[in-house]
């Protein structure tokens, strides 16, 4: 994908979204093509779930991301890069800890959370010699370093969502919208406060979004995208309204539907 998205024929915004991660990489003293790009040579993802403790839980969501290499030594070289970098450049004392995560060893930075200690603010753990996991709050690295009891691909809203979209793809995306919007709902800053109302609305009335990605030839990119609604209910009767024999059940193929 690196070659491709610098070939002459390269989409110029596959360019420019390799230079800001080549950019940003170089602040905090690692070199993409030599630290980065050069072990991850498997599959990889990022997730984001909602949680409920930690240094993020204002915000109601924390990420994660695992990856696949078969160079788990030059991968091991980035990690101690990238901890120098973090504590040379965060302008509040770390305390970094070794801890275990169900039966992961995790190495772990924390930041001092006044009367409460502290609090995990980074961390990252093998799963097996292959599999690197990385998490952005202590209950991300726990969320995350524990097996799923139902994977992703069981889930029935990813199937509902992703089941229309090519099975031969480069990378995907998915969205649960319901979760998104019910968790935006529950922060103390919720979705009216932060989305416009006609936004809310949209987003109320969905279910999930998934779009795939798949790369033929050097300069050409095709993609796909499903969005999954939520199932129309009758409108509820408003205080004015004279309320009529009530039928939940009506969808618009019933004869009592209007």
Known sequence: MVARAEGDTAIPQAKQALAVIR??????GLDADRDVFGWMDGEAAIGA????????QQFGLA???TAETSDRAAATTMLDKLSEAIKSRIPVPLTETDRKAGEIDIKEWAVPVPGVGSGGLFGYGWRDDRNLIVGLSAPAIDAIAQPAATS????????????????????????????????????PVGAN???????????????????TLASNTSDQLTI???????????STNTPDETPTDPTPEATPNTPDAE
């Open 23 to 28: 950019s940003g990489l170089t602040q905090v």
């Open 63 to 65: 990420a994660a991301v």
């Open 193 to 211: 406060q932060l989305l416009s109302p006609q936004a809310t609305a949209l987003l109320g009335a969905m279910r999930g979004f998934g779009a």
């Open 224 to 234: 796909d995208i499903s969005l999954a609604l939520q199932p129309f209910t009758a």
């Open 152 to 187: 992703l691909s069981a889930n029935p809203n990813f199937q509902d969502v992703m089941q229309d979209l090519p099975p031969e793809k480069t990378g995907y995306a998915y969205f649960n919208l319901a979760q998104i919007y019910q968790q935006l709902q529950s922060i």
């Open 49 to 56: 779930f909602p949680i409920s403790s930690g240094l993020l």
